[in-house]
């Protein structure tokens, strides 16, 4: 019944739809154009483009005789909207504007679009020249209607209202609605399917009714991933489900329901009648079309299907990884090249490149052409089929291990143990000489040469010399990236992958235009707790057992001079804060919108059985301090593929100052108030546990 398609392949979307048996086609939020055009949208020939593309739609033999609803923006009485755009051989039937438009987060519609707030009313829009002389016909209904075809009736809703406290779901299934539509363009993040899966089936639970949910696939150009799960629902269970994360180009997604189903559910739910004799009639726009025939009884029904979920785990393997592939094939570059430390964040980036290069090879293998084109213009070779994963990943992923005098032998095997198990090609070297030649400078100009504080320096000599470490490595990653495929005799040259973590990049824990900086950073979003668990499943999935020694491996920069020959500088030492609390500090601060005092009384709470209220207040207060004095940093991170919900990517989806006064004095002053309360209380009542 219905259908969706994750990019621009309309008419090949259309054709397997029709030979399926549908007769309404469904495509994802702003399908046209691409959801992610951002301030395109201001530009005329963003209207232009997509209004070709639906006259070109129009005249296509594949559109007719099937009911298609496509996404494009719309320009009415010199006002843009975000519409749906219906039509029927040849007959534009209804364009129906957006009505709640997403600006939380990433999502920023109030931009560029105006919601259209006349609900249950539609106008004449006049068509264009150019759709006029195709569709024969001068004006059109724009507005809150619906369709009311020989058998059915149908109602569209636009990704965000789905979400709405009153959904207009709600009134138009109270109207007689029965078949509803929804074109989503809802990017990933962790766990977010549950939610998504539990909306589509809620709205036919109360009410009854058929759902389709038809969401963008694929990277847009930009941090987001959207990742599909489109859906079929009725009555309140699922009978489709479409793929989270895949690299096929067009995905259809089709069931057979019995409208009757519907009717004799709404029958018996008498609260549900009572409310509909007495709600307001949405407009209905004759459509003399019919979504089932008679032949339609030996069709076999379809059957309710639980849904599939993935794991967190499987998530990060899947969506970053698609994410990467779109992201090379559509720059055109020949691969990544990836400084592998021998840490666990960038060996999660080298597990992602691997998963990339599996789910290649398994497109391939299940025929799917666009893919093997892509992989042979990456490659540089015409006949050249992918195969081998291993084999794949050594053509498209190098990764450098750059060591130091302050860099350990253990870190160096791990990064080879593991570059020769996913197969990469990898490159061992030495940052010694380049670290000399800057150092010599810095003492020809000044006469002084700074020390590390194990050797007696400063802390400001000891940060600049760790600096100077990481500034260079990345450096040398771009040179690389640059020549390395020039001196192996291959064209193009390489993306270079950052490997910074969510929690790092929310504290400032790295060194500004460090190899954090980088083109992308697949794990940007994600949080280390999560990377452990994904490290672990990659242990497990794809029997890389080089991944044991990475797991069990404290966390470090290897920038300060090691203690007889070990590693001394631990990285959660060093951010006076664990990697699991820094996970609460950011969710707090983004997702509760907490400010330092707001955090600290939350805390009391959360830690009441392992901190003390003092404990609690440093806790905060050094985070608040280290947040703010690294703010700046925020500003130059490397795009990343967003995950978490409070990645502090600025300007992105933090819009936070990034200059703040470190010492918080307020903040901090009513924190100690209350700290000192406690404990005076604590005092004159010790048994008191409250």
């Known amino acids: 019944m219905g259908e969706a398609a994750p990019r621009v392949e309309w008419n090949k979307g259309i054709e397997i739809a029709k030979q399926k048996g549908a007769k309404y086609r469904l495509g994802p939020e702003l399908e046209i154009c691409g959801y992610g055009c951002w301030d395109h949208y201001y530009e005329s020939d963003t ?5 070709q593309v639906l006259a070109a739609l129009l005249e296509s033999p594949v559109t007719q005789d099937i009911i298609c609803d496509v996404g494009m923006p719309v320009m009415h009485r010199n006002v843009r909207y975000n519409c749906r755009v219906i039509f029927l051989n040849r007959k534009i039937l209804l364009i129906r504007p957006k009505m709640a438009l997403a600006n939380e987060g990433n999502y920023h519609e109030l931009r560029w679009f105006t919601p259209w707030s006349r609900s249950r009313h539609t106008e004449e829009y006049f068509l264009p020249r150019m759709l006029q002389d195709l569709t024969k016909q001068e004006t059109v209904p724009f507005g809150d209607a619906v369709l009311a075809t020989r058998d059915t009736c149908i109602g569209s809703e636009i990704c965000e209202e789905l979400w709405m406290p009153h959904s207009p779901h709600i009134d138009m299934g109270l109207d007689g609605v029965e078949i509803f539509t929804n074109a989503s363009g809802s990017h990933h993040v962790l766990r977010k399917a549950h939610a998504r899966v539990d909306l589509v089936t809620m709205a036919t639970t109360k009410n009854g009714g058929i759902y389709l949910l038809a969401n963008q696939k694929g990277c847009d150009g930009d941090r987001l991933y959207y990742d599909g799960c489109a859906a079929i629902a009725m009555n309140g269970s699922v009978f489709a489900q479409g793929s989270q994360f895949s690299l096929d180009d067009v995905e259809v997604l089709t069931a057979t329901l019995d409208l009757e189903d519907v009717r004799s559910y709404r029958a018996e739910i008498s609260s549900r009648n009572l409310a509909a004799s007495r709600v307001s009639p949405y407009p209905r726009v004759k459509v003399d079309f019919a979504l089932s025939c008679h032949e339609d009884l030996l069709e076999p029904l379809s059957e309710p299907v639980e849904w599939k979920y993935h794991s967190v785990s499987e998530e990060i393997s899947l969506g970053p990884a698609c994410w990467l592939w779109d992201f090379l094939r559509r720059s055109q570059q020949g691969g990544f090249f990836l400084p592998l430390s021998g840490g666990l964040d960038s060996a999660a980036t080298a597990c992602l490149v691997y998963s990339m290069c599996r789910q290649v090879c398994e497109a391939v293998k299940n025929g799917n052409q666009e893919v093997l084109a892509d992989v042979r213009a990456i490659v540089n070779q015409a006949t050249y089929t992918p195969e081998d994963p291993r084999e794949l990943c050594g053509r498209v992923l190098t990764t450098c291990y750059m ?4 860099s350990s032998q253990e870190t160096s095997d791990r ?22 030649a800057v150092l010599g400078l810095f003492s020809l100009v000044t006469g002084r040469r700074p020390l590390f504080a194990a050797h007696g320096g400063s ?36 993306l270079v992958l950052g490997s910074a973590n969510v929690d790092e990049s929310l504290l400032g824990y790295l060194t500004k235009y460090d190899c954090s900086s980088a083109d992308i950073n ?18 497990e999935r794809f029997q890389l057992p080089a991944l044991q020694c990475i797991l069990a491996a404290p966390p470090t920069a290897e920038l300060e001079p090691l203690a007889n020959g070990q590693v001394s500088q ?34 009391l709470h959360m830690w009441r059985d392992t901190c003390t209220p003092r404990q609690v207040a440093d806790k905060v207060q050094r985070f608040f301090s280290k947040y703010s004095t690294s ?21 992105r989806f933090d819009l936070r100052p990034f200059l703040y006064r470190a010492s918080w004095p307020w903040q901090f002053r009513c924190i100690e108030n209350q700290v000192l309360q406690l404990e005076r209380r604590e005092r004159q009542h010790p048994d008191d546990t409250d």
């Open 522 to 539: 697949p794990i940007g979003g994600v949080s280390k707790t999560d990377l452990r668990a994904f490290i672990q499943f990659c242990l």
């Open 403 to 406: 060591a130091s005098e302050n």
């Open 570 to 603: 631990i990285d959660e030492k060093d951010m006076g804060v664990t990697y699991t609390e820094l996970s609460v500090f950011g969710k707090l601060r983004k997702m509760a919108k907490a400010g330092p005092y707001s955090m600290f009384c939350k805390l």
């Open 631 to 651: 703010r700046h940093k925020m500003t130059t991170l490397t795009p990343a593929y967003h995950a978490e919900s409070y990645s502090p990517d600025d300007n």
């Open 415 to 436: 990064a080879s143990n593991l570059a020769q198990q996913i197969g990469s090609h990898h490159i061992s070297l030495s940052i010694d000489p380049a670290v000399r």
């Open 459 to 494: 802390s400001r000599e000891n940060l600049a010399l760790q600096n100077v470490q990481a500034r260079l490595r990345m450096v040398i990653a771009y040179l690389f990236a640059q020549l390395s495929l020039w001196s192996r005799d291959a064209r193009g040259r390489l």
């Open 47 to 51: 209207l232009l483009h997509s209004l």
